[in-house]
């Protein structure tokens, strides 16, 4: 079966840690994003990448670093800079061309706790 | 800043009715749009993507674009409790291939 994986669902970490969230596809897919989710707040974008070696800051990207040395793969890394590191993280993959190419498609996601 | 706008509900339906989610977009060169329907807990799962004006129908699922007054709809017919879910809507500018979403619209289904 083709689709996305996360890990772990849950993650507890005392705060100061850093933390690598893993994400994997076998979608064949070039793009990969990942967002965050608070309670009540819509989706923000992190960081996101349209191919292997290369990524780019979303709209919250500060405290957090991403690498894709794989097409497969997409981890993101939540650092001690991140000031409210608690939430939903979910990891997402879209096509690089051709039709429906723009639509994303979601892991399970990972939730963090910081205490 | 492009801005997608959702009523955040919850809307709530009897079984059977026809449940309408409408989302409201800022920028005029959207070329894309997306639902997505996500369950408390759960990550989104994309249900309709619509790219031209008019209606585009899946089961029970009906998508309504109209560009020129900047909205898309979702309609589903014949609701049923399982459809109780955050409703997102997706837009996505032309230049871009990164969508906005919504904060989404909460629909309960009552039996």
């Known amino acids: 079966d083709g689709g996305i994986t996360q890990s772990p669902k849950y993650l507890f970490r005392k705060e100061g840690q850093n933390v690598t969230l893993s994400c994997e596809q076998n979608l064949n897919h070039d793009a990969m994003y990942w967002y965050r989710q608070d309670p009540g707040q819509g989706l923000r974008l992190i960081y996101y990448?349209?191919?292997?070696?290369?990524?780019q800051k979303g709209d919250i990207a500060e405290g957090y670093s991403v690498s894709r040395e794989k097409k497969e793969s997409f981890p993101l890394t939540v650092t001690s800079a991140q000031k409210n590191p608690t939430a939903f993280y979910l990891c997402?993959?879209?096509?690089?061309?051709?039709?429906?190419?723009?639509?994303?498609?979601f892991g399970p996601g990972t939730r963090l706790t910081v205490t | 800043q492009k801005e997608v706008e959702q009523n955040s509900g919850p809307l709530s339906v009897p079984e059977g009715a026809i449940a309408s989610l409408n989302c409201t977009y800022s920028?005029?060169?959207?070329?894309?749009f997306f639902w997505y329907r996500q369950y408390s807990g759960k990550s989104p799962e994309l249900i309709m993507s619509i790219y031209s004006n008019g209606d585009k129908e899946d089961g029970r699922f009906t998508a309504q674009l109209n560009k020129a007054s900047q909205y898309v709809s979702l309609l589903i017919r014949d609701s049923q409790p399982s459809d109780s879910a955050t409703y997102l809507c997706a837009v996505r500018s032309g230049g871009s291939y990164i969508p906005t979403f919504g904060r989404g619209t909460s629909l309960i289904v009552h039996p």
């Open positions: 990448s349209q191919i292997v070696n290369d990524f």
């Open positions: 997402a993959s879209s096509r690089g061309g051709g039709a429906h190419s723009y639509e994303q498609y």
């Open positions: 920028d005029r060169g959207s070329q894309s």
